[in-house]
């Protein structure tokens, strides 16, 4: 029986350790659409000006709102750890036990040359499975959460 490779939002191969984090994506993502929900109603409230919210700063919340959406993201799996390769995720610095990183660390969190390495590895990967197609996409997009 074969399985398919989980790959992550680059294309690289998720492995066995990191697998469990990478699965709970979707338990981020239902709190992640909560809380832009939460955005939508404080901005409408805002628009509205009802009455009964005179004495709350709609504005402050909505801001609030949404810094908490952008700090709850770093939950959501991105792309494989760098450091350990999702090796080693128990003694690991830069994925702190999960052996997957989030998008606003593989974006901001690295010296560029290692984003340089894991591109040419995926390149590699892609060339060496081009004929048998056993890569599954299973990258836990970010477009389907409206902000
Ligand atoms: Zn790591």
């Not at 000006?49 to 959501?76: H, M, T």
Request: with cysteine.
């Amino acid at each position: 029986m074969s399985h398919d490779t989980f790959t992550d939002c680059l294309g690289f191969p998720v492995p066995e350790l990191a697998l469990p984090y990478w699965n709970r994506a979707d338990e981020v993502k239902a709190v992640l659409r909560q809380l832009s929900k939460l955005k939508g109603w404080a901005a409408e409230l805002h628009e509205r000006k009802d009455p009964l919210y005179v004495e709350v700063n709609l504005s402050f919340i909505r801001v609030e709102l949404g810094n908490i959406y952008q700090n709850l993201k770093g939950a959501l799996p991105f792309a494989v750890c760098t450091d350990c390769q999702g090796q080693q995720p128990e003694n690991c610095e830069l994925c702190r036990g999960r052996g997957v990183i989030s998008q606003f660390r593989w974006e901001h969190a690295l010296p560029p040359e290692d984003r340089d390495t894991r591109q040419g590895q995926i390149k590699k990967l892609q060339q060496a499975t081009l004929e048998n197609k056993t890569m599954s996409p299973s990258c836990p997009s970010y477009a389907t959460i409206a902000e």
